[in-house]
């Protein structure tokens, strides 16, 4: 029954109370109607609000009562007689309270939102989707580039022009980056894009062989523009089997030879990876929630030089160099056989990445063995012996670094085996166990809101979940940040720069091997989702089965 | 005997405007009007007197047609010994000034 108001605030005052009463918790309402009740007496319409302003603090506060109250009872629980645990036919019940289930899960959730709870379910989740990158991921970047843009921060612009995904868009930032510091130049040879792409804006490589000429680097970028279509041509010929016909074709091509020319005699080589490295680490460090993934991502989008190219170029001199020996000219030839070995000495110097490093050594061995090939022919049996003991020993080196890199990374990738599969599954411990929590309280609340069927099976198993669920979801969550802690030190040294490149690397590997412990993996694949299926369908149809004698023995019994 | 309330100034008010006439039904916006106390204050002090059963309450017989019954409380004689000793001990230790002289000792 409402207060009869005349003036406007006196309505409101008693519309108010009205409306609170209607929401107000049962065990304390009649506070509220009393409250109500008195309002009637009210003809000061300010103090009308006034005393209802009183009644709404009393309705929070009987809220907040009832709410603890209600956070007392188990989960399903209700205030009425049905929220009682029963007896043998009586419906089951949590034996904790709300609270105490909702005060664990909190714990456990606390624990996934610290810093490295957060690195840590980032990093598994995109080893889950094989650290490709998200469409988050994409926007965290182009969020960090509009902001770079912003403060005019070319590093950090060239760091997302490394790290972003997509080549395209990649070199837009890389474009913004280069107009605000022309010394970062050189990322339009170290980030990877293919070679349509580079030939779609010549200008890049205009200004790129402007920057650096000494460079080897940009010259065998340029030149490998240059023998993308040719590489092409000749492989849609049905040539592309046949290396001399390669060669030949690309002999006949002016620019790409006089590019390796350039190549083969600048006085440096530098494939960018140590700036290239450093500028994905410092990025990092000033963005420390990107996830690890996209770092790695920055790394890996290293350019190296198309070894097509620089082996097809040596060859092409080597024989040359052997023609003019035959042609008379020994002292050119061993001029054209020493630029190739030069060039992979530079190459082997100037480069820490152990691929470009391999190349230079491949190709300081085509350099050797046009050597001992001409001593030959010249019947110069000394120097023939000189080169070939070279040839022993950078074979012999290179299998020792082969194999120490090899090996290196054997131990680094097993050692972390063990560490990365309790990470995995620890992380779809806490999943399954968090979903299985969430729908087992669901299902008993909506329960206890509709009165669904307060006994069976499934009733049973969503109390058990309630009850021991939530200490299981704090317990894996805790096992989940331990097992990732050796990690998160990791990427933390990484971030400081305390780390060698070797070093660095390995921390990709490791990433590499918890992608590769990844137990949801075994789901992704169709064979084992319809081997899966049919196992539960069977199941089923088993139990209907058995269910079905059973009830049917029963009722034969009677 | 209730629970041992914690006794605000406030509540030491509202025991003594139920004092005044103990054995008569008091209103909420009578005892507020008494008391000074908003009703946001009033009423969470009746609840806990309540609870503690040094109050009784009830609601009104025949209400004013066209409106609701309005809820009335009164001091138990339990509570009003007890609520006699109260404010006399506040009285003693100078933590409270009664309104209207010295509580009916």
Same mark, same amino acid.
């Given at each position: 029954?409402?207060?009869?108001?005349?003036?406007?605030?006196?309505?409101?005052?008693?519309?108010?109370?009205?409306?609170?009463?209607?929401?107000?918790?049962?065990?304390?309402?009649?506070?509220?109607?009393?409250?109500?009740?008195?309002?009637?007496?009210?003809?000061?319409?300010?103090?009308?609000?006034?005393?209802?302003?009183?009644?709404?603090?009393?309705?929070?506060?009987?809220?907040?009562?009832?709410?603890?109250?209600?956070?007392?009872?188990?989960?399903?629980?209700?205030?009425?007689?049905?929220?009682?645990?029963?007896?043998?036919?009586?419906?089951?019940?949590?034996?904790?309270?709300?609270?105490?289930?909702?005060?664990?899960?909190?714990?456990?959730?606390?624990?996934?939102?610290?810093?490295?709870?957060?690195?840590?379910?980032?990093?598994?989740?995109?080893?889950?989707?094989?650290?490709?990158?998200?469409?988050?991921?994409?926007?965290?970047?182009?969020?960090?580039?509009?902001?770079?843009?912003?403060?005019?921060?070319?590093?950090?612009?060239?760091?997302?022009?490394?790290?972003?995904?997509?080549?395209?868009?990649?070199?837009?930032?890389?474009?913004?980056?280069?107009?605000?510091?022309?010394?970062?130049?050189?990322?339009?040879?170290?980030?990877?894009?293919?070679?349509?792409?580079?030939?779609?804006?010549?200008?890049?490589?205009?200004?790129?062989?402007?920057?650096?000429?000494?460079?080897?680097?940009?010259?065998?970028?340029?030149?490998?523009?240059?023998?993308?279509?040719?590489?092409?041509?000749?492989?849609?010929?049905?040539?592309?089997?046949?290396?001399?016909?390669?060669?030949?074709?690309?002999?006949?091509?002016?620019?790409?030879?006089?590019?390796?020319?350039?190549?083969?005699?600048?006085?440096?080589?530098?494939?960018?990876?140590?700036?290239?490295?450093?500028?994905?680490?410092?990025?990092?460090?000033?963005?420390?929630?990107?996830?690890?993934?996209?770092?790695?991502?920055?790394?890996?989008?290293?350019?190296?030089?198309?070894?097509?190219?620089?082996?097809?170029?040596?060859?092409?001199?080597?024989?040359?160099?052997?023609?003019?020996?035959?042609?008379?000219?020994?002292?050119?030839?061993?001029?054209?056989?020493?630029?190739?070995?030069?060039?992979?000495?530079?190459?082997?110097?100037?480069?820490?990445?152990?691929?470009?490093?391999?190349?230079?050594?491949?190709?300081?061995?085509?350099?050797?063995?046009?050597?001992?090939?001409?001593?030959?022919?010249?019947?110069?049996?000394?120097?023939?012996?000189?080169?070939?003991?070279?040839?022993?020993?950078?074979?012999?080196?290179?299998?020792?670094?082969?194999?120490?890199?090899?090996?290196?990374?054997?131990?680094?990738?097993?050692?972390?085996?063990?560490?990365?599969?309790?990470?995995?599954?620890?992380?779809?411990?806490?999943?399954?166990?968090?979903?299985?929590?969430?729908?087992?309280?669901?299902?008993?609340?909506?329960?206890?809101?509709?009165?669904?069927?307060?006994?069976?099976?499934?009733?049973?198993?969503?109390?058990?979940?309630?009850?021991?669920?939530?200490?299981?979801?704090?317990?894996?969550?805790?096992?989940?940040?331990?097992?990732?802690?050796?990690?998160?030190?990791?990427?933390?040294?990484?971030?400081?720069?305390?780390?060698?490149?070797?070093?660095?690397?390995?921390?990709?590997?490791?990433?590499?091997?918890?992608?590769?412990?990844?137990?949801?993996?075994?789901?992704?694949?169709?064979?084992?989702?319809?081997?899966?299926?049919?196992?539960?369908?069977?199941?089923?149809?088993?139990?209907?089965?058995?269910?079905?004698?059973?009830?049917?023995?029963?009722?034969?019994?009677? | 005997?209730?629970? /041992? %309330?914690?006794? =605000?100034?406030?509540?030491?008010?509202?025991? @003594?405007?139920?004092? !005044?006439?103990?054995?008569?039904?008091? &209103?909420?916006?009578?005892?507020?009007?008494?008391?000074?106390?908003?009703?946001?204050?009033?009423?969470?002090?009746?609840? /806990? %007197?309540?609870? =503690?059963?040094?109050?009784?309450?009830?609601? @009104?017989?025949?209400? !004013?047609?066209?409106?609701?019954?309005? &809820?009335?409380?009164?001091?138990?004689?339990?509570?009003?010994?007890?609520?006699?000793?109260?404010?006399?001990?506040?009285?003693?230790?100078?933590?409270?000034?009664?309104?209207?002289?010295?509580?009916?000792?």
């Amino acid at each position: 029954m409402t207060v009869p108001q005349s003036s406007l605030l006196s309505r409101v005052a008693v519309n108010s109370m009205d409306l609170a009463l209607r929401f107000w918790p049962e065990s304390s309402r009649r506070w509220g109607q009393a409250v109500l009740a008195e309002m009637g007496e009210i003809s000061e319409p300010g103090a009308a609000l006034n005393w209802a302003a009183g009644g709404i603090l009393l309705f929070f506060r009987a809220l907040a009562a009832h709410f603890l109250e209600w956070m007392k009872l188990p989960a399903g629980a209700r205030f009425s007689g049905a929220g009682v645990p029963g007896g043998g036919n009586g419906p089951n019940f949590p034996k904790h309270s709300r609270l105490v289930t909702a005060v664990i899960l909190l714990a456990a959730v606390a624990l996934l939102f610290l810093p490295i709870g957060r690195e840590a379910a980032t990093t598994v989740k995109e080893s889950w989707r094989g650290f490709e990158a998200s469409p988050g991921d994409r926007r965290d970047l182009e969020k960090i580039a509009a902001r770079a843009e912003a403060e005019k921060d070319a590093r950090e612009l060239a760091f997302v022009a490394l790290s972003y995904p997509d080549a395209d868009r990649a070199m837009q930032f890389a474009d913004g980056a280069v107009a605000l510091d022309p010394n970062l130049m050189w990322i339009y040879a170290s980030r990877s894009t293919s070679q349509e792409d580079r030939l779609k804006n010549p200008d890049r490589l205009k200004r790129l062989k402007g920057f650096d000429p000494g460079n080897a680097t940009v010259h065998l970028v340029s030149a490998s523009v240059e023998s993308s279509p040719i590489f092409k041509r000749t492989i849609e010929q049905g040539r592309g089997g046949n290396p001399e016909s390669i060669i030949e074709a690309l002999a006949s091509d002016k620019d790409w030879r006089e590019e390796m020319d350039l190549a083969f005699l600048a006085p440096r080589y530098d494939g960018y990876f140590q700036r290239h490295v450093d500028l994905v680490r410092e990025g990092w460090r000033k963005n420390p929630k990107l996830p690890p993934g996209l770092i790695a991502t920055g790394v890996w989008t290293h350019s190296v030089p198309d070894f097509g190219n620089i082996r097809e170029y040596a060859d092409l001199r080597v024989s040359e160099a052997l023609r003019a020996g035959a042609g008379g000219n020994p002292k050119e030839a061993e001029t054209i056989l020493g630029q190739i070995t030069d060039f992979g000495n530079r190459m082997t110097a100037g480069s820490p990445d152990f691929f470009e490093h391999s190349m230079g050594i491949g190709v300081k061995k085509r350099g050797l063995e046009g050597f001992r090939q001409l001593y030959r022919a010249n019947g110069q049996a000394d120097k023939e012996k000189e080169i070939e003991a070279q040839l022993i020993e950078i074979k012999t080196n290179e299998d020792a670094r082969v194999t120490s890199y090899i090996g290196w990374r054997t131990d680094v990738m097993n050692g972390f085996k063990w560490k990365a599969t309790a990470v995995q599954i620890s992380a779809v411990l806490a999943l399954f166990l968090g979903i299985a929590i969430v729908f087992s309280l669901l299902m008993l609340e909506a329960g206890a809101a509709f009165r669904w069927k307060a006994s069976g099976a499934g009733r049973w198993i969503a109390c058990r979940v309630a009850d021991y669920g939530p200490v299981l979801f704090l317990g894996a969550s805790v096992f989940f940040l331990i097992s990732f802690r050796p990690l998160a030190e990791l990427f933390e040294q990484y971030r400081s720069a305390e780390q060698a490149n070797a070093e660095a690397m390995g921390l990709f590997w490791r990433m590499y091997v918890l992608g590769d412990a990844n137990p949801l993996a075994y789901f992704y694949n169709p064979y084992h989702q319809w081997l899966i299926g049919t196992i539960a369908l069977a199941a089923i149809a088993v139990i209907v089965v058995a269910r079905g004698w059973v009830r049917r023995k029963a009722i034969a019994g009677r | 005997m209730g629970i /041992r %309330l914690r006794l =605000s100034k406030q509540t030491l008010a509202l025991l @003594e405007a139920l004092l !005044v006439q103990p054995a008569q039904w008091h &209103h909420g916006y009578a005892l507020s009007q008494q008391t000074g106390l908003a009703s946001g204050t009033l009423y969470p002090i009746l609840m /806990r %007197l309540e609870k =503690s059963s040094w109050l009784e309450t009830r609601w @009104e017989d025949a209400p !004013v047609p066209g409106r609701p019954p309005r &809820h009335f409380y009164r001091l138990t004689s339990d509570g009003r010994e007890w609520a006699r000793e109260e404010l006399g001990a506040a009285q003693e230790s100078k933590f409270w000034k009664p309104a209207h002289g010295k509580v009916g000792l």
